[in-house]
């Protein structure tokens, strides 16, 4: 991965203008702080994931990690992947590694173990911009675990709040009104923070999944808390990748993530499709495009650009259907050579390590439903990193 050379933080707020440089990721790498972590929404592990990953890449291990999902399914496959967390933890008496199949919004301050590193992917639901989306914002009763977690903040006594907090939404949280709370909430707390934009393929990594993220620490790293507003507005993608050393990164060609060897019997596309009109604009990619749609929960139930692109199965191919468009006249061409990516090709491209899987009951529709739904390990690595100071 190609990297710029390093710079500071720029603030979010539109008071705080100057630049401040905090001396914490120097200190974090000398004393490697324990990381005591809380995962809330934790889905299939996402970002306990990429934070073991970063800590692995530090010498460095996780000390503690309770999750909370309501979904049972995603937690099987939590519990299949850790399988660790129902095990007290051997270095701490505070913590332990478990998932709990609790709503967020049912939890009590004292169901929160102490910690010093919160992550949380909140139901994208209420800030979704699709055509059929409501966008009821926090009068989505999606968003009582998300404003039942901002209550808990305010709740514990100071010192137990944890250092740091990552969140991650779709990018229509920027300039909700949850996005307001969390401000509000954060600068209360003692926090500041950095937030933007940021899509896997601006780390080299051929998929659009466009996503907002914030860092926060309970400090001044990121500008001064006395001179911040609630009223600021993301900083953008610039903003981050300019943090994180992100620029001008190749994006890998899709072969790289793909096999030309599975038994696809299953994801090829039925041949009833390609006589419908609506085929022609069907979201088509080779292995040698350096790009794909955004790939979501409802990959497995529809034929869509808006969730997820189709792979075509032509190993021969010496051009990519960018720069050698296929021929959209008579798509019965194609039958038989159209296929969703596959559950491990997916799995690739959104950064999980080579050993995740599925347990053997989850079938193949809902593999798709939680891989749509969760994070981007790569990018969630990058910013832990950061905010880790590892």
Known sequence: MKRAAPT????????????????????????????????????????????ESVLSDADDNLVSCAAFEISEKANSVYRHNFPDNEKPSTTSTSGSFRVR???????????????????????????????????????DKRCAGFMAIMKMLKAIPEHDRPTWILLENVEGFAGSQAHKLFYDTLLECGYSWMDGMLSPIEMGVPNHRKRYYALCEKSDRFFPRDQASSDST???????????????????NLSTFVSHDIDCHDLL??????????????????????HSHCFTGAYSRQLHRSTGSLLLMEPDRKESIKNCPIDRSNMMHYCGKL??????????????????SFPKDVDLNYKYKLIGNSVNVSVVKELVRHLLGR
Request: with cysteine.
């Open 269 to 290: 596309i039925p041949e009833s499709v390609f006589s419908k009109e609506w085929a022609k604009e069907l979201p088509i990619v080779s292995h040698l495009d350096a």
């Open 101 to 139: 199949t609790k709503l967020v919004e049912q939890l009590k301050v004292q169901d929160i173990p102490e910690s010093n590193l919160w992550t949380m992917s909140p139901p994208c639901q209420p800030f979704t911009r699709t055509r059929m989306a409501k966008s009821l914002d926090l009068e």
């Open 339 to 356: 296929r969703r990516f596959s559950i491990h090709e997916l799995l690739k491209l959104f950064g999980f390590p080579g050993s995740f």
């Open 234 to 252: 993301p900083s953008g993608n610039d903003s981050l990748k300019v943090c994180l050393q992100l620029q001008d990164i190749p994006v890998r």
């Open 8 to 51: 500071t933080a720029r603030t979010t707020s539109s008071t705080a203008k100057k630049t401040v440089v905090s001396p914490s990721l120097t200190k974090n790498k000398k004393m490697m702080i324990p990381i005591r972590m809380v995962e809330f929404f934790s889905g299939i592990g996402g970002m306990r994931a990429a934070v």
